[in-house]
């Protein structure tokens, strides 16, 4: 355990030193600051008004940013501390694998989480400080939501990292995953259907199994619960999990996906060449 | 003390370690050369547990791949190239001491020792030191803990006369309870560190000798050159090993480090055609048996 907390700590003040996460830093704060600018509390979608409508936006603009950036940056990281020669010095040391593996993404989720939720938070604190309402309820699920989303793509992250052997290799895999997973979102997923070749269930079960399409139809979910705008999936799903299923679904099944990728990353990484 | 047994190491089909066999035992001061692509780091890799392998590699019987806190526990490694760490340096430092078990005040003293004053860096990024820093901090957290093991890659490259003196102090220190392994592309870089030679050449073991170990880790030599005439290279290079000027650049005066002594002739012999007069003595030896010291020689310009 101390040794895990170590490598964390380590890991963590690494980060903190690269300039990747001050940008990323200061692309969620600025999410942020700049829908308030906007004056986004005052608009009205589909009957939401105040914060809520604002971390809506916040959480569609995330799902949109946030698995590319913590792909990337921790494909980077890992395979690029491979490359440079960190790894031939720091597992040189008495650390064990798994206290090094778990313990890099124990850091790593803290770093990528961190920021997006301290956005959140400064959502919050504006918006009590200007009076407005907090929904706290949907502060809650989207929070947890987003730190889902963290520990997927930081599992598939750190997946891909353990199978390439360079960087450049690592960084074209996992731009390469996210584009899949973008494309069956929506533009392949409706392609097949209005083909008609497959039936809904199996076109929805394919966008199921995608967590980028979990979590947008955990989102839309939560001000619309109906799911009227997803149109006739919507009957597929709900008939399958429910309102409240789908939900927990949504953060059950993303963590499964991270938790279980990161498990066979560390399974490759322990039997194969370290350095 | 250590053994590897039939190690083979593939990268896809390329054979970088072929059915190696070695035998190393405590106390022994090996160096491991070889060029470019022989093996070396690839081998020192397996030893650390760090590649995978066909045979087998044990220290003290133990497997460092199975048994790798223990084992790394027991080795002391200062790598080739410093890694490109961002951490500040204080980090560093309570991290592998925290790691290995051992008191970060070791490490600076070991470091101030090497002529590194580690207050004023503390909270310097790693990386942002110089190619020296960087390489006497490696020195101080690899010799700041009881290992049994010490491997190092070309541990001296970048340290200056009077770190490398104390270098050499250091080891001497350990040699008795320690086994070292050291790699170089020069056999003239470690030649006097070491009692073994093993020689490395597209992954197999090509010369595996016993050298004369007659002058100790600690061993220094007097030393004395006159030349004819004054040369700013040839002040500005005894500057560098702290000799003593004895008259207008013409006549200097030091101490080299035993182990140092081939890598300084080496440098002397850059000056060759200036030099009229040099003397290397051990200091504490017995006296010449035979007319002139043989190691005292004369240099005649041309």
Redesign the interface.
């Known amino acids: 355990m ?2 895990l907390w ?1 490598t964390a ?2 890991d963590i ?2 980060s903190l ?2 300039r990747w996460f001050q940008i990323y830093t200061v692309v969620f704060g600025g999410i942020v600051a700049l829908l308030f600018l906007f004056g986004l509390t005052e608009s009205r979608v589909l009957g939401f008004i105040g914060l809520s409508r604002l971390l809506v936006t916040y959480i569609q603009l995330t799902m949109a940013i946030l698995p590319i950036f913590v792909l990337i940056t921790t494909v980077r990281s890992v395979a690029g501390d491979r490359e ?14 798994a206290a090094w593996f778990w313990g890099k993404i124990f850091g790593r989720y803290i770093v990528i989480f961190l920021p997006v939720f301290g956005a959140m938070v400064l959502a919050v604190l504006i918006a009590l400080v200007r009076g407005i309402e907090v929904p706290w309820v949907m502060f809650i699920y989207y929070t947890a939501l987003l730190a889902v989303m963290a520990a997927c793509f930081l599992g598939i992250g750190m997946l891909i990292s353990a199978l390439a052997r360079s960087t450049d290799m690592a960084q074209g895999a996992a731009f390469l995953v996210w584009l899949t997973l973008l494309l069956f979102l929506d533009l392949i997923l409706l392609g097949v259907m209005i083909q008609g070749k497959v039936t809904p269930e199996v076109a929805v079960t394919i966008a199921l199994a995608n967590p980028l399409q979990v979590f947008r139809t955990a989102a839309l979910a939560l001000f619309d619960p109906q799911l009227i705008v997803l149109g006739p999936s919507a009957y597929v799903i709900l008939d399958l999990f429910g309102v409240t299923g789908y939900k927990v679904f949504a953060l059950v099944y993303p963590t499964v996906v991270g938790v279980a990728a990161a498990t066979l990353g560390y399974q490759l990484f322990r ?5 | 003390m250590i053994r590897f047994s039939n190690v083979t190491k593939r990268f896809r089909k390329a054979r970088v370690l072929d059915d190696i066999s070695l035998d190393i035992g405590l106390s022994e001061r090996v160096a491991l050369i070889g060029s470019n692509g022989a093996g070396k780091t690839t081998l020192i ?1 397996c030893l ?1 547990g ?3 392998f066909d045979g087998q590699v044990s220290i003290e019987g133990r497997d460092p791949r199975q048994e ?6 027991t ?1 002391g ?1 200062v ?1 080739q ?8 340096v204080a ?1 560093l430092i309570d ?2 001491a ?3 078990g051992t008191n970060p005040a070791r490490i600076h003293e070991l470091a101030q020792r090497l002529g590194l004053d580690l207050a004023p860096i503390l909270t310097r ?1 790693f990386v942002k030191l110089s190619g020296g820093m960087k390489q006497k901090l ?1 020195i101080a957290i690899a010799l700041g803990r009881d290992a049994k093991v010490l ?1 190092m890659d070309e541990p001296a490259a970048n340290l200056d006369p009077e770190a490398r003196k104390i270098f050499f102090e250091l080891l001497a220190e350990r040699q008795e309870d320690v086994t070292m392994l050291i790699s170089s592309h020069r056999l003239n870089e470690v030649s006097a560190l070491v009692n073994r030679v093993i020689e490395m050449d597209m992954g197999k073991v090509v010369l595996d000798d016993r050298v004369a170990d007659d002058v100790s880790l600690s061993g220094q030599f007097a030393c004395r050159i006159s030349i004819k005439r004054c040369e700013p290279a040839f002040t500005k290079a005894m500057q560098a090993w702290n000799f003593r000027d004895l008259g207008n650049g013409m006549e200097w005066e030091g101490d080299v480090p035993g182990p140092d002594r081939l890598r300084f002739m080496g440098m002397t012999s850059r000056y060759v055609a200036l030099i009229s007069d040099y003397s290397l003595r051990e200091v504490g030896a017995a006296a010449p048996c035979a007319p002139g010291n043989p190691l005292r020689g004369q240099a005649t310009a041309n």
């Open positions: 101390k040794q170590l700590k380590l003040v690494e030193r690269a440079a020669g960190v790894y031939e010095y720091l597992l040189s040391l008495p650390v064990s694998l039997r194969g060449d370290l350095p | 890799r650390l760090e590649y995978t790798r806190t223990a084992v790394l526990g080795i490694f790598p190239l410093p890694p490109p760490l961002k951490m500040p980090q991290f592998s925290a790691l290995c990024p490696l491997v």
